[in-house]
């Protein structure tokens, strides 16, 4: 069956601007993870949803970043007025439910460039 | 806080060569831990996952064993090939509270040489 989908896979955006990065789980997946991959910092965990509620939103780099989720499906990453240190890839995963039972399948991440 | 350390950074060797990645991580509170390999400009693609009550899973010619008292997970490659050639990262999901996401090392960029 289809993968975890992400869009757009290429992201070039001056600083200032907002962006919007969205996530297509594999269908049927409860749970729904971000993550940033930069050179400096390697992967780090952003967010995570189960269903459409974030019970955690405190690995979010700023209050510039927010993410949301409806129908339990569809996930959308926006940051707000960019900075040239957002620069990285955006990498999404779901797993079946949230728990120590359950992989995470990621997508192939959208890759965004700040100038 | 919990933190993931592979070693070694990188490696090279030849084609046919068994051999060992290690992972080590902080606090022995978790739940599972996965290796995952990631080739250039892709996402990630997951090789292994072990649970904490469970020692070792064996995928192929892909062994990852665990040993959460000591903090340390091993990844185990038999007669490697040219298309194990990729970055190997060791994730942790901790069940000590607060994020509920996995805590990744850096990666091991593994070149095997034909």
């Known amino acids: 069956g289809a993968g975890v989908s992400q869009s757009p896979s290429n992201k070039v955006t001056e600083k200032g601007k907002d962006v919007e990065l969205r996530c297509d789980p594999i269908s049927g997946h409860t749970a729904l993870y971000w993550y940033r991959q930069s050179l400096g910092q390697g992967l780090e965990f952003l967010i995570y949803f189960q269903g459409n509620s974030a019970p955690d939103k405190s690995g979010l780099p700023s209050d510039r970043f927010s993410a949301e989720r409806t129908g339990g499906s569809v996930s959308t990453l926006t940051i707000q007025r960019t900075q040239q240190e957002d620069s990285a890839v955006y990498l999404c995963?779901?797993?079946?439910?949230?728990?120590?039972?359950?992989?995470?399948?990621f997508g192939p991440g959208t890759r965004l460039t700040v100038t | 806080k919990q933190e993931v350390t592979q070693i070694p950074a990188a490696l090279s060797v030849p084609e046919g060569e068994n051999l060992v990645l290690n992972c080590s991580f902080t606090d022995s509170a978790i739940y599972n831990l996965q290796w995952f390999r990631q080739d250039p400009g892709k996402g990630l693609t997951s090789l292994l996952l072990?649970?904490?009550?469970?020692r070792e899973q064996t995928s192929g010619r892909l062994n990852a064993s665990l040993d959460k008292s000591s903090g340390r997970s091993t990844l185990y490659i038999a007669a490697s090939q040219p298309g194990d050639s990729a970055t190997y990262l060791c994730a942790v999901l901790y069940s000590g509270g607060g994020a509920d996401g996995l805590t990744f090392g850096k990666g091991t960029h593994l070149i095997i040489q034909p």
């Open positions: 995963a779901s797993s079946l439910l949230a728990g120590d039972l359950y992989e995470q399948y």
């Open positions: 072990i649970q904490s009550s469970q």
